[in-house]
């Protein structure tokens, strides 16, 4: 069983910045996709950035800019810094992992992780 582990979530203030971690085994995070995913109450769950294993990031309208995916090959680690948040920006956060390269299919995930951004 695929287990990836988040971290770093919590309560800030408008304009404030966090960090997420997501830690992933080795087999998975060194050949495929990851990314980051958020559900706000009532609303469906959405993809928000994505990282290929070679680097390559994409990332939703609602984030660009402000928003960065990284990872830590490594540390088997990928993360999802957040500036100028906003308090759209509340939800759970969940990191996810592909059996691709692409994020495409059944998708592993993490625990996800409470954002709370007050205005």
């Known amino acids: 069983q695929v287990r990836l582990v988040e971290s770093g979530g919590g309560l800030v203030q408008a304009g404030g910045s966090l960090r997420l971690s997501c830690a992933a085994p080795?087999?998975?995070?060194?050949?495929?996709?990851m990314g980051w995913y958020r559900q706000a109450p009532g609303k469906p769950r959405q993809l928000i950035a994505t990282?290929?294993?070679?680097?390559?990031?994409n990332y939703a309208d609602s984030v660009k800019g402000r928003f960065t995916i990284s990872r830590d090959n490594a540390k088997n680690t990928m993360y999802l810094q957040m500036n100028s948040l906003k308090p759209e920006d509340t939800a759970v956060y969940y990191c996810?992992?592909?059996?691709?390269?692409?994020?495409?299919?059944?998708?592993?995930w993490g625990q996800g992780t409470q954002i709370t951004v007050s205005s």
């Open positions: 990282i290929t294993a070679a680097g390559s990031t």
């Open positions: 996810a992992a592909s059996k691709y390269r692409v994020i495409a299919g059944t998708l592993y």
């Open positions: 080795g087999s998975i995070f060194s050949t495929n996709a």
